[in-house]
């Protein structure tokens, strides 16, 4: 009997990757003979849905199988489904198998995929910012800074500003636990198996001088949680189910509260100088906060910044915030006269955590979990959130707040860096 097969890809471009490369669906090429091989053109970076036609019943079993050039970056998802996602960022031919089974009977098809390089340069960079909700800190209303009358979506546009489409931007604060910022590429940075896949870049530095001669890397760590969103139903947006935990490697740390829950007060006065003699004074009690542990306490307002740390865009009395809480990383390696205070790095898996030139400032898609910390492979990913992942006041360096200056695609600027084998 003669099989009628044909291959068919579809091309997954939403609006926004079409606004960067030419999107091209594949040729419906039927062919009879089932040794033959069907040829494919896409190009470059675009993922595409690949399925065949043969008319196989819903008990049939798939394996889609690529033999792997050792320096092809590319991407064969969903693997065992009647459809697969495939997408290449090196231009070439790539030789795709698909082994089926239905009611005993094996079929095997091969299909050729000729890859050319993508017909518009797209940015490894941040291409659009979509949200910014930071929490109380000492930055805020500074970077990025408010102008009386601004709004919400006066301050998204300023964060706009600062970290689209740049190599390194300005610094955007989130302030302190929860404060967040949303952003896209204008591409699907790609899952490639066995790599890290982007960075997030932040300010951290290691510190030379620490009393403490023995101590671990440390110096100014603000790790914040990376949460990462595959567009999966392509409508250019990120939903609230597309979105999944980058488990860094604190996520199973006993101390970390995964559901970590906290409310900030409006403070009830700015007044730094309450006896207008012109020498500031800090304010010990200024946000006053509560959290789901049983916890409360106050943000301090400290000498140094004298504007309101509470987003002034904001009409609220509370601000509400939720998420990953990492466990404490600063020592006071000091002395009561002298502070000198240390924030200790994490392992991998944060922003601002790390210098981001450290290889551990890089980020595997693979080490994404679900709400219950099951792994989840994503072929990619289309948008990213970071959130300040620490509630710590450092004395007079004041609260610990992750600052965000850029993300990159590793693959699009051909860094190539191992994922950590976890
Ligand atoms: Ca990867
Ligand atoms: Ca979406
Ligand atoms: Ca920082």
Redo the contacts with the bound molecule.
């Keep these: 009997m003669k099989l009628k097969d044909t291959f068919i890809a579809v091309s997954l471009c939403g609006l926004m990757v079409c606004a960067c490369y030419a999107c091209s669906s594949g040729n419906d090429t039927p062919i009879d003979d089932p040794t033959a091989t069907v040829t494919l053109n896409v190009a470059a970076n675009e993922m595409q849905e690949i399925s065949t036609n043969l008319k196989l019943s819903a008990q049939a079993s798939y394996l889609w199988h690529m033999e792997s050039a050792p320096d092809s970056l590319f991407v064969l998802q969903d693997s065992t489904s009647a459809r697969a996602l495939f997408a290449a960022i090196t231009p070439g031919v790539y030789h795709i198998t698909l082994s089926a089974t239905d009611n005993g009977q094996h079929y095997n098809r091969s299909y050729q995929v000729s890859v050319s390089a993508a017909s518009a340069v797209c940015s490894p960079y941040i291409a659009e910012v979509y949200d910014f909700n930071p929490a109380p800190g000492q930055f805020i209303n500074e970077i990025p800074a408010y102008v009386k009358g601004n709004s919400k979506a006066d301050m998204i546009a300023a964060c706009r500003k600062a970290l689209v489409g740049k190599e390194k931007g300005d610094l955007i604060s989130l302030g302190g636990f929860g404060g967040s910022v949303v952003f896209g590429f204008d591409h699907t940075v790609?899952?490639?198996?066995?790599?890290?896949?982007f960075r997030v870049l932040g300010n951290a530095f290691f510190a030379a001088a620490n009393p403490n001669p023995n101590a671990p890397r440390g110096g100014s760590c603000e790790p914040g949680i990376v949460m990462v969103a595959y567009d999966k139903n392509h409508n250019s947006k990120p939903d609230d189910d597309e979105w999944y935990e980058i488990a860094g490697s604190e996520y199973t740390n006993s101390k970390t509260v995964h559901d970590y829950q906290i409310t900030y007060s409006r403070p009830t006065t700015e007044a730094h100088d309450p006896d207008g003699e012109g020498e500031l004074a800090s304010i010990a009690q200024y946000i006053y906060w509560t959290d789901n542990q049983g916890h409360s306490g106050y943000k301090i307002k400290n000498i140094y910044h004298d504007q309101s740390y509470y987003p002034a865009w904001i009409t609220d009395a509370k601000l509400v915030f939720g998420g990953t809480l990492l466990p404490n990383n600063a020592i006071d390696e000091g002395t009561e006269s002298a502070h000198y205070w240390v924030q200790y790095c994490y392992g991998y898996g944060y922003v601002d955590n790390v210098p981001n030139n450290d290889i551990d400032s890089a980020i595997?898609?693979?080490w994404a979990v679900d709400k219950n910390g099951n792994k989840v492979h994503l072929p990619g990913i289309d948008f990213v959130k970071v959130y300040c992942a620490m509630n710590k006041e450092c004395g007079w360096l004041g609260e610990t707040s992750t600052e965000v200056m850029g993300a990159v695609d590793l693959h699009v600027t051909g860094v190539n860096l191992p994922?950590n084998g976890k």
């Design positions: 790609l899952n490639i198996k066995g790599r890290r896949d595997d898609i693979d994922t």
